[in-house]
């Protein structure tokens, strides 16, 4: 029920990935009288989906605590109940990330070996993708959940975007060793020096992200979310200022119908829509939210990041890399004492 | 003779600065074999200019504390030496920023009431141009210094920005009162209570930054690092997929060629030369600093910055405006001991 155009574009989503993934099947969780009408629309997804009553929402203005509290009954916590439950693999929400985030810890539980889950998002860079995170889960982190972070960013990035050897960087203000907050400093010395094989590449600036300089960039979720956000409104400022230059002559606006079709492969690669899909790491349990303001197109692109996210095993494989951290509490050593 | 193409363009750059500005008189620093030549080329320029020779110089990756105490004879330094000796009224730099940061502390001071400096940026936004700071002096920062670059900002955008009540927002990853680090929610309750007669909005997010919710934006110099980075990444890689999609096709290109005149006003909101020019504010005095890569029309807009600097009496305005915070050191409390 979460999202600005939920629960129509939700329905519409879940037939667009319908047709894409033929072993799909979903569980729609709210209220029957807005969802059975949007199934009727589509009956090959009707037969493909079960739905769940219920009329209780989570709002967007909610506060994470104030909806684990009276929530219980919500469809975005019904949803995350019913993957708990093994009746669905994974659980996609429109709707409140904190909520999200919130009930999803609660309920699925966080991973063995992982302090704090992270969100992570993907975003397309002058090399293709990459993903970031934490976008927002953990305003304050400590050096061992940054190297966590980089793991499970590891994982995701060989696992769901397919590469070989994902690179990681740390972001920070410069790419010298002394630079930034002590915590930076120490999960760099621990990404680099313990036995975890990843291909570390050392701190990145803020302009490293979009130049794709690394496949991974972790941060805290308080400079992760400022950057995600930064480059979503720089974005949105180039092409309002690119459309009113379009526009403000007869001849620019003959030039655009000429480039048009370069212009929408354009328009199309920096798409948000096909970015749409940011993904709760480390729990037990697949969990992806998709952006409130997102249509049809860009929430089935959200559902087709768990589909990956399954299909590739991503919870057992975190697991795994986990393993060579190795036992010992004080390999990355937790030197501020963070508050949620 | 710092940045890429210095000192070449160091004196391309002054020379349109003069011509733009009548009255200014500008001394060189550094390296006489080198400058002379180039003032040779400007002989308008040459006249009103005056030549300081050293061979010293502070390299680009020098650290601040090597800088200041191996670069005592650096043209650097001796520029700086130059404002507090009543010799210059500005110093511009595109050198090392930090170096240029810890030597205008050194010599210039911190101005009365300012327990630290902070970098200062300018971009375009959907509404104008908007200030942010800081955009890297201080990696940690408390409310009581978040409070103070408020103040600067606010008169930085009255005086040179040209507005009348300039708002201001705290950069946060929501705009609820209960998000983010203590100090934010600390430096917001100083900002929206005393008698400092701010147009204070409250908190903003990162995309507020390029949608120009607020004329000003305070954040402390990590943060801001990572944000104008990121937006400037964001930026060249918009460009860059722009110029694939013109040059995929002999249509596109044709497309490209129609709409050139438009799309040239395009390239000129967002050219990053028209934005050159981070300001040290805080200090006994005015520093610019140009960006390193800049051309001669970069160099010349970061002189002018200096100059509507000096034109409105920037440093003095806000020893006005500290006044208003009050004598209480009480007023904006220090709750997270900050290291430099």
Redesign the interface.
């Known amino acids: 029920m979460g999202g600005d155009r939920a629960p129509d574009m939700v329905a519409d989503g879940a037939e667009i990935a319908r047709q894409k993934f033929a072993a799909a099947r979903f569980l729609f969780v709210g209220d029957e009288a807005r969802l059975r009408p949007l199934l009727d629309r589509h009956p090959d997804l009707a037969r493909v989906s079960e739905l769940r009553h219920t009329t209780e929402v989570v709002t967007n ?1 909610a ?1 994470p605590s104030a909806a684990l509290r009276g929530g219980r009954q919500s469809s975005m916590r019904l949803a995350i109940n019913a993957v708990q439950a093994g009746e669905a693999h994974a659980v996609i929400s429109a709707g409140n990330t904190g909520a999200l985030m919130a009930m999803a810890k609660l309920v699925l539980k966080t991973a063995p070996g992982i302090d704090r889950p992270a969100i992570a998002g993907f975003f ?3 090399r293709g993708s990459s993903v970031m995170l934490d976008l ?1 889960a953990n ?2 982190c400590d050096a061992r959940n940054l190297v966590q972070f980089a793991i499970m960013g590891e994982v995701f990035a060989r696992t769901v975007l397919g590469l070989a050897r994902p690179t990681i960087g740390l ?1 920070n ?1 410069g790419s010298e060793d ?5 915590e930076l400093r120490t999960a760099s010395s621990v990404l680099r020096t313990n036995g975890l094989n990843l291909a570390f590449h050392g701190f990145v ?7 794709g300089t690394t496949d991974v960039i972790v ?1 805290d ?3 992760g ?14 092409s ?3 459309r ?3 526009s ?2 007869p ?2 606006k ?10 929408d ?2 328009r199309q ?2 798409d948000p829509r096909r970015y749409n899909g940011a993904i709760l790491l480390g729990l037990n349990g697949i969990a992806v939210k998709s952006h409130g303001g997102t249509d049809a197109i860009g929430f089935a692109n959200a559902l087709g990041v768990a589909v990956d996210m399954l299909a590739n095993g991503i919870t057992a494989r975190i697991q795994e890399e986990l393993q060579h951290l190795g036992g010992d509490p004080d390999a990355a050593p937790n030197p501020r004492t963070a ?1 949620v």
Chains 1, 2 share one sequence.
């Open positions: 203005d506060k397309p860079t002058m927002g305003v304050e972001l203000v002394q630079k930034g907050h002590e600036e803020g302009s490293d992200i979009a130049a941060t979720g308080f400079t979310n400022i950057a995600i956000k930064t480059a979503e409104g720089t974005s949105r400022l180039f309002s200022f690119l009113q230059a379009f403000s002559s001849r620019a003959l030039g655009y119908v000429l480039a048009k079709p370069a212009l492969g354009f690669r920096i508050a």
